[in-house]
């Protein structure tokens, strides 16, 4: 006897533009309707499925044979459309070319690799926060936000000197081209030839500081691990992912150290809470937003048949507030037990500079800890609008310094 | 359920009902025990669920793991292992694992 088949539901339809400039405004509620009409969602404007639920997020993270990244991880599918530059060997790879790339990278920035940097980053990070303690008024996002990872992470991956004023704006472009052909993408993506230009430039061997990452895997060049071309798309990725995030990052912390400031005060009287307190905005506010998937084959998620090659929009932040998952999801708690947030991605893919953002992200917040007795916000926010990347444009910021 | 008891630097010792298939990484988050941070959700990336154990049945150890421990913070030793590497089976039962005095 055949078993019966098994029953399959009709997936809710949405009509949420998630790339809208009022969606990133205030993503919350449409986050919770999203989470809340179902497991599996139709976006209809945009003809993909989104999940917006910790589950199936994390269900879908992790199965990278179903829900493929080698057809983009933005809207655009490459097996439709050529992607507007050449196809990252990790991000937008699947195993095994994936695993190769990877292992290269995850040596670059290991537990061990992190050891060597973890003096110098606090140095810079105690000499900003000295600075700007002192001056008391700051534009938290340009004076802290920026200025701490300009300071260490263009040094650290050996970029040349001339030029790094097109790193962030690189990176912009990089997080816009996921999403969707909107305002965002298209304006983006017009002013991105001479950041293209710089970096493709930089990225040789010749150009990169002796000691830096990028240096680093040249030599697994040398080694002839990969092709000279392949390191160069290998640092390609370091410039994409390893600058804008750390900002958003930081900017994050900051943002609600200076909004719950009883947890500023827990920092404070603990500054080895620091680490904690960047990981809980990791999760809080989800500097990564979205990744989207293409499934490689025919599959079922949350009781939804999916066809083979369509688009999945998964919602990072989202589901790094689903109540379903988290107790009091939306209370910043240095003290939570936040393993298992998504910010970082999970599964084959999960970022690889991870460590490096929690090194930067704990230096700052500890310097913070020790130099500054309160943050308070005295203006109003700024934000940002990327297509992936959540954050502020302007945090207006008074630091109360500390007796020295 | 096996069991599987935590230690802390210190002695105190934490018996805790394991489920099988999950990790000893995840068996410990579960239970609340200190000691265990697992920053990077165990995928084998941030050794910070590093652990002191010695047992029959434990399967062998992965290029990944051998050198993510080289970073651990605290000292590696010859029965360091990562937790999350682990999965929890019947043949654990029973089994105690020592913490480090750090994992980071
Ligand atoms: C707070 C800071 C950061 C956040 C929130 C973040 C977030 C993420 C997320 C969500 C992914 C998963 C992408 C996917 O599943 O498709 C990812 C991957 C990646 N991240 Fe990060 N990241 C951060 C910092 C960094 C840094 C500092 C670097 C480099 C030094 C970096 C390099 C990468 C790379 C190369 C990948 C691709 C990994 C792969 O596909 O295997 N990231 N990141
Ligand atoms: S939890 Fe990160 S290596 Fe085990």
């Known amino acids: 006897m055949t078993s019966p088949a098994p029953i399959l539901h009709e997936a809710p339809v949405s009509d949420l533009d998630p790339f809208s400039l009022a969606y990133f405004d205030d993503p919350f509620p449409h986050m919770e309707a999203l989470r809340e009409a179902g497991p599996v969602v139709r976006l209809r404007r945009y003809g993909c499925w989104a999940v917006a639920r910790h589950a199936e997020v994390h269900a879908v993270l992790s199965d990278w044979a179903s829900f493929c990244s080698s057809r983009g991880v933005g809207l655009a599918d490459f097996a439709r459309e050529t992607p507007w530059r050449p196809r990252s060997m990790i991000l937008e790879a699947d195993p095994p070319e994936h695993t190769r790339a990877r292992a290269i990278l995850a040596r670059v920035l290991s537990p061990a690799a992190m050891k060597g940097l973890r003096e110098r980053f606090a140095a810079a990070a105690d000499r900003l926060v000295t600075g700007l303690a002192a001056r008391g008024e700051i534009d938290g996002i340009a004076d802290l936000a920026e200025a701490y990872p300009l300071s260490v992470f263009p040094d650290a991956l050996g970029m040349p000197q001339e030029g790094r004023e097109h790193a962030l704006p690189y990176a912009a472009v990089v997080f816009n081209a996921f999403g969707p052909d909107n305002a965002l993408r298209r304006e983006a993506l017009e002013s991105s030839a001479p950041h293209l230009s710089w970096v493709a430039d930089a990225c040789r061997q010749e150009k990169l500081a002796p000691g830096g990452f990028g240096a680093q895997i040249h030599a697994a060049a040398d080694a002839g691990e990969i092709t000279r071309t392949e390191a160069e798309l290998l640092t390609r990725s370091l410039f994409s992912a390893g600058l804008d995030t750390t900002v958003n990052g930081i900017g994050a912390a900051l943002y609600c150290l200076g909004r719950f400031p009883d947890q500023y005060a827990r920092l404070r009287a603990d500054p080895a809470l620091a680490r904690a307190a960047f990981e809980e905005a990791v999760r809080f506010e989800s500097p990564v937003q979205t990744f989207f998937r293409t499934t490689a084959r025919p599959v079922r998620l949350g009781g939804i048949a999916l066809e083979e090659g369509e688009k999945v929009l998964m919602f990072l932040g989202s589901a790094n507030r689903d109540p379903r998952k988290w107790e009091r999801p939306d209370e910043y708690d240095i003290t939570r037990r936040g393993s298992g947030h998504v910010g970082f991605g999970n599964g084959v893919h999960m970022c690889v500079g991870q460590l490096l953002a929690r090194l930067e992200g704990e230096a700052i917040l500890q310097a913070l800890a020790r130099r500054v007795t309160a943050i308070e916000i005295t203006g109003t926010p700024e934000r940002r609008h990327n297509n992936t990347l959540r954050g502020l444009a302007r945090l207006p910021l008074r630091l109360h310094a500390a007796a020295a | ?104």
């Open chain 2, 1 to 104: 359920m096996p069991t599987i008891t935590f230690v802390q630097p210190d002695g105190t010792a934490t018996p805790v009902e394991a489920v099988e298939g999950e990790s000893l990484m995840q068996a410990a988050i579960n239970a609340c025990i200190d000691g265990i941070v697992a920053e990077c959700g165990g995928n084998c990336m941030c050794a910070t669920c590093h652990v002191y154990v010695d047992a029959a049945g434990l399967p062998a150890m992965a290029e990944g793991e051998d050198a993510l421990l080289d970073g651990a913070a605290a000292e590696r030793r010859p029965n360091s292992r990562l937790a999350c590497q682990i999965p929890v089976t019947p043949a654990l039962d029973g089994i105690t694992v020592d913490l480090p005095d750090r994992q980071l």
